[in-house]
T-cell receptor
Framework: DGGITQSPKYLFRKEGQNVTLSCEQNLNHDAMYWYRQDPGQGLRLIYYSQIVNDFQKGDIAEGYSVSREKKESFPLTVTSAQKNPTAFYLC????????????FGSGTRLTVV | GESVGLHLPTLSVQEGDNSIINCAYSNSASDYFIWYKQESGKGPQFIIDIRSNMDKRQGQRVTVLLNKTVKHLSLQIAATQPGDSAVYFCAERPGGNMLTFGGGTRLMVKP
């Protein structure tokens, strides 16, 4: 089955640690996105990538980093510089230029302990 | 489950009734709109979309209405079922290939 997979589902981070959230898709989609979701708020864009080896900052990129070395993969690293990382993180992908709807993964809940 | 949307607007309906969820979008240049459903602890799922050259589109038990004059989008769910309980949010495409997402409404279905 084609889809977009996020792992792990739950992740715990100690203060000062970097952690990496995985996002893999086998949909052959060109564009991939990372969003952060907090209670009572809409989705906020962290980073996005339209093609391999290229990515752009979204609205809340500070404290995060990404890479896009393969079309299928768009990992997100939450660095120690992110002061309030506890949130639900969603990865999404979109087929290409003529398609506008996103397909979402099932999310990763990150908690700082 | 995931505590998404603790402080979201909530719509409570009786099972079997029709539900109407509203969304005010921000950009008059937006030409494409989507409704997503998000169940607790899961990622959003596509429900239905509509382009700006239409004012109504129907799917299975769902209808989306678009009023460009007042920048308003609504999702109607017929014969609401317990499985419809979720957070619903709209998204608009103001330009380029990016979507902008609304804050969401929690739908609670009473048996």
């Amino acid at each position: 089955d084609g889809g977009i997979t996020q792992s792990p589902k739950y992740l715990f981070r100690k203060e000062g640690q970097n952690v990496t959230l995985s996002c893999e898709q086998n949909l052959n989609h060109d564009a991939m996105y990372w969003y952060r979701q907090d209670p009572g708020q809409g989705l906020r864009l962290i980073y996005y990538s339209q093609i391999v080896n290229d990515f752009q900052k979204g609205d809340i990129a500070e404290g995060y980093s990404v890479s896009r070395e393969k079309k299928e993969s768009f990992p997100l690293t939450v660095t120690s510089a992110q002061k309030n990382p506890t949130a639900f993180y969603l990865c999404a992908s979109r087929p290409g230029q003529a398609a506008y709807g996103y397909t979402f993964g099932s999310g990763t809940r990150l908690t700082v302990v | 489950g995931e505590s998404v949307g603790l402080h979201l607007p909530t719509l409570s309906v009786q099972e079997g009734d029709n539900s109407i969820i509203n969304c005010a979008y921000s950009n008059s240049a937006s030409d494409y709109f989507i409704w997503y459903k998000q169940e607790s602890g899961k990622g959003p799922q596509f429900i239905i979309d509509i382009r700006s050259n239409m004012d109504k589109r129907q799917g299975q038990r769902v209808t989306v209405l678009l009023n460009k004059t007042v920048k308003h989008l609504s999702l109607q769910i017929a014969a609401t079922q317990p499985g419809d309980s979720a957070v619903y949010f709209c998204a608009e495409r103001p330009g380029g290939n990016m979507l902008t997402f609304g804050g969401g409404t929690r739908l609670m279905v009473k048996p």
